[in-house]
């Protein structure tokens, strides 16, 4: 009896290794080719649940479903006027035929090794086709032009375009895709991440762009000091207007003054024989004090007008 036990015990683990082994579950974002010794049998499994294969003999193989990536190695190209730049692309891919993409590629480490040979050559192809300005313009808007740039420059930025880095990659793309589609892969969009010069190149722009810029500063400069120098100019004109007129004010104040003095000095003298006398006394005095110092000396003779109240003053 225990025998028997026994070996049904080991019928029913085998039973179970069985089935465990040869079911499989299929999420949504996969798709399964399941191969024999090592070849595709049947159709691609897509419909997501739990499936069946022989085990030991069938193996599952595993596909995304997803939308996938592709990042390109940056490369140095040349484009048709003889410009190196370095161009960085990246695109999205899917497999769309995932028993095609299995007999060609097995999987998506080869599918990215096949993508890198077909994208950066037709990249290549491509840019080496057009001029610089095709690469790194999609429109032909209207520049805008600084104050400070000619109208005339020759710039590549200011030149028309006939195709555009738009038009550009969707005809790699186009021509992509039918290399693609062979391996059973979908190529769903190409861009150029980046577009730059070489070192060389790239300096030499540089410079150019400083040099420019300097010239621009200089105009700006040379504008700020003639609006400085206006400036300064304006506010020394309008300080002698004001001092002008402030003079003129002053010495208005000053005839105004004179005059009331004077007319007060003739009211004064008007008024008696004994004021006039003690004014003229007064403006004698002002007149010694004013004209003479203690270092002076005069010859004159008694008998002047200028001595005229000494000698009163020694007659009495």
Do not use: C
């Amino acid at each position: 009896m225990k025998r028997n036990n026994i070996i049904i015990a080991v019928i029913l683990v085998i039973a179970a290794i069985v089935i465990v082994s040869s079911a499989y579950i299929v999420n949504e974002t996969e798709q399964v080719i399941i191969t024999q010794f090592g070849k595709p049998i049947g159709k691609p499994v897509v419909t997501p649940g739990i499936h069946f294969k022989i085990p030991i003999i069938q193996h599952a193989n595993f596909f995304d479903r997803r939308f996938l990536e592709w990042d390109g190695a940056p490369n140095q190209i040349p484009t048709k006027d003889k410009r190196f730049i370095w161009v960085d692309t990246y695109a999205r891919w899917r497999i769309e035929d995932p028993l095609l993409f299995f007999q060609r590629v097995r999987d998506e480490r080869g599918a990215q090794s096949r993508l890198d040979d077909i994208l950066d050559g037709e990249t290549r192809n491509a840019i080496a086709k057009h001029n610089l300005v095709e690469i790194i313009r999609s429109t032909n808007r209207a520049p805008v032009i600084h104050e400070m740039m000619s109208e005339n420059d020759s710039s590549p930025a200011l030149q028309r375009i006939k195709y555009g880095r738009e038009k550009i990659t969707r005809d790699i793309i186009a021509v992509a895709a039918k290399r693609t589609r062979e391996l059973g892969i979908e190529l769903l969009d190409l861009r150029l991440k980046r577009v730059n010069y070489v070192e060389e190149v790239q300096k030499k722009i540089f410079e150019r762009m400083i040099t420019e810029r300097n010239r621009i500063a200089d105009k700006y400069r040379s504008e700020g000091h003639g609006e400085a120098s206006k400036i300064i100019g304006d506010k020394e004109r309008d300080l002698k207007k004001i001092q002008s007129e402030a003079y003129k004010k002053a010495q208005e104040i000053t005839g105004q003054a004179d005059a009331k003095a004077t007319a007060i000095y003739a009211k004064a003298y008007n008024q008696s024989a004994q004021s006039r006398e003690f004014y003229r006394f007064l403006k004698t005095m002002e007149t010694y004090k004013t004209t003479l110092s203690e270092k002076d000396w005069l010859i004159l003779s008694t008998k002047g007008d200028f001595f005229r109240y000494l000698q009163k003053q020694s007659g009495k």
